[in-house]
């Protein structure tokens, strides 16, 4: 028997769901009528590339697993955080295509093309002289953007991108000391490198405690979202690290030849979502130049294969009679009132993920016929904006459809991993520490 205030485990989930309590809790709650003026989805053919379409894509994903270990100390966890970069050739991927079906041993071999990756402490897992396993985690986090050299030729690890991050954070609200647990009141803001806190206690602060993902550890208990905030951060900044990289080569007047896919939305959630703007004025810079230097933007997509953003899609692509409502190749262009009226209800007047997103929302069918949730980065300050649905405002948003019409097969909806292993023998895998500037750069220069 349960005891009081405890979750009765033998009713199951319907049930709870038609009790007395939720039916009111459900009758005071707001329901969406279809009937009445909201703004519909709208459907519309994108503009054709504006030229050639990129020759190659890199995409960026990333996993974790968190598992048990054995120490001695019960429930003792550890987070495996990986991920994986990989070098597309899309004219391989045209070559193959007229030739064979998907081949499922290749498409395991690019899934260990893990470039990053890195064991960090769980619950009760603590490292050297430290006091609990959250400082332990504080330090990993640390070590990993520290030690993780990109290429053995541009040594600079990604540290470097983080700090260059770190300095565009707005510093007038100081953060509190990591280790409030033990009793330090201290509020600072977050300096590069390790320095350390100017308590009597001196204990070291590292330059990502800035992160805050550290508030979202449990000493007790599974670090699910912790590792996974970890892994989001590694993701982006290895985006921007690689364009650091090409600018401080010169070859950014070369990077239309490439286009970047990220797992997920263009956004940083949770503590470390500071980054988001920082990321954004970060883009802008870069893609001034770019421009400068190509007469375009640079193309960069955000793929997310779950969320309430995925169920919409799923949900209003179908009609009455249970055809589609989107024809294929067509798109819609997420507004503001959009979002806030059908998706995520809000009466707010602040924008929809102004503190978390560096791009904006669009659903594409793409001419095979699946459907992608996708996100386009802002890179001037007139596309930083979702309250218009004018995609001309966005001269790459041609090619990133028609770049999705390349890479995604209704086999595999949604999806980003798959949409690069399917292609495995097309697919180079960028190990990081080993020469991987050279190779992008081979792909950079080729003569057409
Ligand atoms: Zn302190």
Known sequence: MPYEGEFAGYRSLRRIAETERVQQLLRRARVFQTASSVTLAKPSIPPPPPQSLPEFTVAIDGSYAEVDVKNGYPGAKVGYCTVASVLLNLKEVDRLDEQRPIDPVEFRRTEEAATVDAALPGSNVVTRD?????????????????????DEEDRSPLLETYEALLALKPQNRPQVCPYDHEGCSHHFNVQPGVTSCDCELRRPIYSTDALRIHERFLDIGTNGEAFGLVMQLWERILLIHLLRCFERRGWLDKVGKLAFFLDGPLAVFGPPAWLSAAIN???????????????????ILGVEKTGNFVTHFEEID??????????SGTY?????????????????????????YFGRKFFYKTKSGAR?????????????????????????????CALLDKLVT????????????????????????????????RALMRQR
């Open 332 to 356: 819609m262009l997420l507004t503001d009132r959009y979002i806030k009226e059908r998706v995520i209800f809000s009466d707010s007047t602040k924008r929809y993920g102004e503190d978390t």
């Open 130 to 150: 430290h006091k609990s396993a959250r400082d332990s985690f504080r330090e990993a986090v640390f070590d990993v953007l520290h030690d993780v050299i990109v």
């Open 410 to 441: 209704s086999r595999y909806p949604n999806a980003l991993s798959p949409l690069v292993s399917a292609h495995a023998q097309a697919a180079i895998p960028l190990h990081l520490g080993a020469k991987v500037l050279q190779q992008l750069a």
């Open 318 to 327: 179908r009609t009455e009679t249970g055809e589609a409502y989107f024809p």
């Open 372 to 400: 992608i949730v996708a996100s386009i980065p802002f890179l001037t300050e007139d596309q930083d904006n979702i309250t218009s649905d004018n995609v001309s405002l966005y001269p790459q948003f041609g090619t990133a």
């Open 281 to 299: 004025t970060e883009l802008k810079r870069l893609n001034t130049q770019v421009r400068q230097k190509t007469g375009n933007d640079l193309v």
